[in-house]
């Protein structure tokens, strides 16, 4: 869903106190959809923006920073979009 290594989760679940996902007794992780949006703007944040993982964390230990979410869900939108316009333009050729 992140296209994220594990290891790389796991980094960012020791650096980035907001992001702290459910433990079963096993210590198996289970992610909740908010965590998944947490991965997805920590990546938003370090991959398009080029901020450290401290600065990242400050942002994100922040209260929620509707900036941070909406910019991330917008890209989002577009990917999909124009996912969805590659594929129409393809059939109609």
């Known amino acids: 869903m992140t ?5 790389k989760i796991r980094f960012w679940e020791k650096e980035i106190k907001a992001l702290n996902p459910k433990k079963t007794s096993r210590g198996n992780r289970s992610y909740i959809q908010k965590d ?34 909406s910019n991330y869900e917008i890209i989002e939108k577009l990917t999909e979009i124009k996912s969805f316009l590659n594929s129409l333009k393809s059939q109609n050729r």
């Open 36 to 69: 998944i949006d947490i991965i997805n703007q920590i990546k938003y944040l370090i991959d398009e923006k080029g901020m450290k993982l401290v600065a990242v964390n400050k942002r994100m230990s922040q209260k929620k920073n509707p900036n941070v979410l």
């Open 3 to 7: 296209e994220l290594s594990p290891s």
